[in-house]
């Protein structure tokens, strides 16, 4: 089936710095990849649609300055949360939408801001 | 707005018990519900889907029905294995999304123990 990676699988880092995660289909490609967080013991929520070659759709309440997403290629979707702070700490799980229309999803990656 | 709520667990069983994972859903269209699967350290898997009212989805033992008029899709599987154990999630497909959009349950964590 299709193959869907994320990296790093779990990041740690000081309070105020950036945090890239990045997406890939490894044997699909995708022109939309979706991302979502997930708080302990919560749903996932959709954070964003990402769309290759154009700018992403952000969920309301999600801020596009400190949320960067950028599809670049129809097989990588990156997010890089800047200036992160403890209250960024969470789950980040992307997925990217084959055709005909499924998504599949990667393993997540777990921040952790000090 | 659209809502998936499931039932809390965590849900113990014994092998080869009878399972039941309830699941009610709202909706102002006609969506498409699905389970996902979560084993421990991997991403979220398709289980099974159903794309309009008494559609059945079975896949693996599993199996659910679209129930339009009580607004469910309970998840069942008549003899569970100590390797279903995992986090499983309820969604619907967001009918007015043009990018089937999911929303998620909170999710039911499974142990079958031996």
Redesign the interface.
């Known amino acids: 089936g299709a193959v869907?990676s994320?990296h790093p699988s779990w990041v740690i880092c000081k309070s105020g710095t950036s945090v890239k995660i990045e997406c890939r289909s490894l044997d699909f490609q995708a022109t939309?990849m979706?991302w979502y967080r997930q708080f302990p013991?919560?749903?996932?929520?959709?954070m964003a649609?990402s769309n290759e070659g154009s700018k992403a759709t952000y969920e309301q309440g999600v801020e596009k300055d400190k949320f960067l997403i950028n599809h670049a290629s129809l097989t990588l979707s990156t997010l890089t949360v800047t200036s992160a702070h403890p209250e960024d700490s969470s789950f980040y799980?992307c997925?990217a939408?084959a055709t005909p229309?499924?998504?599949?999803?990667?393993?997540?990656t777990r921040l952790l801001v000090l | 707005g659209d809502s998936?709520t499931q039932m809390e667990g965590p849900v113990t069983l014994s092998e080869e018990a009878f399972l039941t994972i309830n699941c009610t859903y709202t909706a102002t269209g006609y969506p498409s519900l699905f389970w996902?699967v979560q084993y421990p350290?991997?991403?979220?898997?398709?289980l099974l889907k159903a794309t309009k009212a008494d559609d059945k989805g079975s896949n693996k033992g599993f199996e659910a029905t679209y129930r339009k008029e009580t607004t469910s899709f309970h998840l069942e599987k008549g003899s569970v294995q100590v390797s279903d154990s995992a986090v499983y999630?309820c969604a619907l497909s967001d009918p007015k999304g043009s990018?089937?959009?999911?929303?998620?349950?909170?999710?039911t964590k499974l142990s079958v123990k031996p």
């Open positions: 869907v994320q939309t979706f013991k919560q749903s996932l929520m959709l649609t799980i997925s939408r229309p499924t998504q599949y999803f990667g393993p997540g | 998936v996902y350290g991997e991403g979220l898997q398709l999630f990018q089937g959009n999911l929303i998620f349950g909170k999710g």
